[in-house]
């Protein structure tokens, strides 16, 4: 079977495709970053406001 790839060794990559792997890389970075901020601001309700008593307390069901 016959090497398709342009280039002569066949193995490697080339500078557009390394150029391609960075920038998805920090696509990705930027995208996680903005993800974390964004859940961040808008899952701060508990931070933010003060919350009941009845809800910290736990209800243990014993067997005895």
Known sequence: ??????????QGKTPQQYTDSTRLAWYGVVGMT???I???L?????TTHETSKKCCKSKTISAE
């Open 38 to 40: 964004l859940l961040t």
């Open 1 to 10: 079977m016959a090497n398709t790839n342009k280039k002569s060794s066949g």
């Open 42 to 46: 808008l899952g701060g309700c508990t």
């Open 34 to 36: 903005l993800l974390v």
